[in-house]
């Protein structure tokens, strides 16, 4: 009778060691399921990150390119602007409907700005090919001082006072004379965040 106990014991107990390793197995095996849901979870959304990534890029892009095309068919309008306003007589460019029509211009080169557009200044500037495109070369020679009659004791000094001005205006004049340096603007050239839009078409100096 207590054999039949003990061996209905040992079988019970050999029961729950079975349990406990079925168990365990059932853990790991979940654990296993578990980590590659969760590896394959994380690939599918970096994936899905990567690919918002690309096509915020290409969007954006896209508006950027867009927005580039229309700014450039708006800077010819503004060429015509700068030729008329050269060609105007002075005693015009006081009159009301004139500055009306001027002021347009001054709106778009406003609305540009705030875009983050400007102008390239190159006058007087040394030639960057970078914002500037040459059409050409102008020589300058230096102005030939006239003959002049004697002059009296009272003119030289006179003239001795002046020296230092003179000298002066002659190094800023001379400066506009150097080789390289931009003497005419043919075509106003456009700046986007620091970066050219469209080259400013230049002479400069042989």
Do not use: H
Not at 5 to 13: S, V
Not at 66 to 72: T, Y
Not at 100 to 128: R, W
Not at 187 to 202: E, N
Request: proline share 3%; glycine share 6%; with cysteine.
């Amino acid at each position: 009778m207590t054999g039949d106990i003990e061996e209905k014991n040992k079988i019970e107990d050999n029961k729950r060691e079975l349990s406990l390793e079925d168990l365990k197995k059932k853990l790991e095996e979940c654990q296993k399921l578990k980590d590659e849901y969760l590896a394959s979870w994380q690939r599918e959304r970096a994936d899905f990150l990567n690919y918002k990534k690309d096509e915020f890029k290409r969007i954006e892009g896209f508006f950027k390119y867009a927005g580039q095309e229309l700014i450039l068919k708006i800077l010819p309008i503004l060429d015509n602007f700068d030729v008329a306003e050269k060609k105007l007589p002075e005693e015009l460019k006081k009159n009301e409907n004139v500055k009306g029509i001027l002021q347009i211009k001054k709106q778009v080169l406003d609305f540009l700005k705030n875009l983050g557009i400007e102008s390239i200044d190159c006058l007087g500037k040394k030639f960057d090919p970078n914002f500037m495109e040459a059409t050409g070369e102008v020589e300058v020679k230096p102005a030939s001082a006239p003959a002049s009659a004697p002059a009296s004791a009272e003119a030289l000094a006179g003239k001795e006072s002046l020296a230092g001005k003179e000298s002066l205006a002659g190094k800023s004049a001379g400066k506009d004379k150097e080789s390289g340096i931009v003497i005419e603007e043919i075509q106003k050239g456009y700046k986007i965040q620091g970066k050219v839009l469209r080259p400013a078409r230049v002479k400069v100096v042989k």
